[in-house]
């Protein structure tokens, strides 16, 4: 088939021109009519100056034709003279269609280049696809903000980076008996923020992979649990609440998952919801997961029976005394009586940060820190 060569475009000038002839005027006359300077007849014919606006309603008038028309024209004519050599703007568009190009790059995700050839090679290379017109697919149960929604480029993003750091690390087959032995070990670190630092090496311990990642601005995500070959499970958690409840909730969470093998046979996203949803709404696998983390933090039975016992009067008193004879930090039981009173904002001081010393102990990509 024989490449498509444009029609030629002519300037505005020209038509102009012929009206002019059509109707025997001078491009002084016009000018006279117009009461514009005869110096802008001459240069709009020869193509010297632009239609304007101004000029295009001038013109209908004159002619009895319509300002679309002679603003048409000029458009057409400008557009002609523009050559673009490549298809470098489409292509730089659909890769920042498919993918957060920006904060990717920002991050040092994918190292930036000047070649639109080398970059999409190296998206392809980050997502494992043959080319940026396949969508990336990595089987997971993400607990995010909205149930039921599609995961975002942003997010997608996130999950790759994890199982990158994730493939790096070097650790025991997973057994299903140790992680439950696991469970036993992390409920002894509830009393003390700093000692959340275990956790990475005792999820190791048992095959299961740790990791953090700073979260993309918008992507909402708080963990995620997959596999890798169907044999090695994966934890990645954000941190975004730096909070020692969110962070044992969100942990336990993904743990239950993992025991479960939620999101090992699946080839397809499996979408989870952020704490506070309507529990009504959530897959039977979810609301497993969620009492799973309620209960690692505080016993259900324990705060059941405290509640009875003390409400509507939950002095931070009686908190502290609930929290001592459980074993658990404080911020635990606040987190979980914010959720069973929705009142978030119920002695939230005691709600500490563990992030700075978790870190140090995982793997890590964010806050500062970096993992190959």
């Not at 140790?178 to 070990?185: D, F, G, M, R, Y």
Request: glycine share 4%.
């Amino acid at each position: 088939m024989n490449a498509r060569v444009p029609a030629e475009v002519f300037p505005p000038g020209e038509f102009l021109r012929e009206e002019l002839e059509a109707r025997e005027w001078s491009q002084q006359e016009l000018a006279d009519i117009l009461d514009r300077p005869p110096r802008l007849i001459s240069e709009l014919i020869a193509g010297k100056r632009a239609i304007t606006p101004e000029t295009a309603k001038g013109l209908a008038e004159a002619f009895g034709t319509s300002p679309d028309y002679w603003m048409n024209l000029e458009s057409q004519y400008q557009l002609s003279k523009v050559t673009v050599p490549n298809d470098n703007v489409a292509r730089k568009a659909r890769l920042y269609t498919h993918f957060p190009v920006r904060e990717m790059v920002r991050r040092g995700w994918v190292r930036a280049s000047e070649s639109v050839e080398v970059l999409e090679q190296r998206f392809c290379e980050f997502f494992a696809i043959p080319s940026v017109d396949v969508a990336p697919q990595l089987c997971h149960n993400a607990k995010k903000t909205h149930a039921n929604a599609d995961t975002n480029p942003l997010q997608l993003a996130w999950l790759f980076r994890v199982r990158a750091i994730a493939s790096q690390q070097l650790v025991p087959a997973y057994s299903k008996a140790k992680l439950v032995s696991t469970v036993e070990k992390l409920r002894a670190l509830l009393l003390a923020p700093e000692e959340a630092r275990h956790a990475p090496r005792l999820l190791a311990e048992a095959g299961v992979r740790l990791v953090f990642v700073e979260s993309l601005a918008g992507s909402k995500m708080d963990g995620a649990c997959f596999w890798l070959d169907d044999t090695k499970p994966v934890i990645g958690m954000t941190l975004r609440f730096d909070r020692i409840d969110n962070f044992w909730f969100v942990l336990r969470h993904e743990i239950e998952h993992v025991l479960q093998e939620d999101g090992k046979a699946e080839k397809q996203a499996v979408i989870d919801t952020d704490v506070g949803d309507s529990k009504d709404e959530l897959p039977e696998y979810e609301r497993r997961a969620n009492s799973a983390g309620a209960d690692f933090c505080v016993p259900t039975g324990e705060l059941d029976d405290f509640i009875a016992r003390v409400q509507p009067y939950f002095s931070e008193e009686r908190v502290l005394r609930f929290a001592q004879r459980i074993q658990v930090h404080p911020g635990l039981v606040v987190g979980q009586l914010q959720r069973r009173l929705e009142r978030h904002d119920f002695l939230r001081k005691h709600q500490v940060k563990v992030r700075a010393c978790v870190l140090p102990s995982a793997g890590v990509d964010g806050w500062g820190s970096f993992t190959e």
